[in-house]
């Protein structure tokens, strides 16, 4: 497969994923949240880690043989090493202090580096 035909279906993969985790933000948007505290400011909620699940679980089943490095496994985990592998990069909930106040204003970012290339 030529790289630019991987590129193509990584992207794909990566839109779907987001799609499906887009559906888990938009349900819990105005339900009441259960907060924790990650760190002195950061929030995390129930919703980054169902997300950052979700997300997970597709990229892995689309692509088995990559890296992954998520912002909610790392936080409880700790650092996750960038290798030339293909890896993932996700922070499935990308705005958690807007979600939790209501503030419309969120996303999912993935990336994705080869060869420690984004």
């Avoid at 088995?64 to 490095?69: G, L, T």
Wanted: glycine content about 8%.
């Amino acid at each position: 497969m030529a790289q630019n035909d991987s590129l193509s279906e990584f992207l794909e993969t990566a839109v779907e994923a987001a799609k499906r985790a887009g559906e888990i933000i938009r349900e819990g948007f105005y339900k009441t949240k259960h907060v924790e505290h990650k760190g002195l400011v950061d929030l995390v909620t129930e919703t980054d880690k169902a997300c950052e699940d979700l997300i997970f679980n597709h990229l892995k089943q689309q692509h088995p043989s990559h890296k992954f490095i998520g912002e909610e496994t790392t936080a409880a985990y700790g650092i996750t090493e960038l290798t030339d592998e293909p890896t993932w990069i996700v922070d499935p909930l990308d705005g958690t202090t807007n979600f939790v106040h209501g503030f419309p204003f969120v996303c999912i970012s993935i990336g994705l580096t080869i060869g420690k290339v984004p």
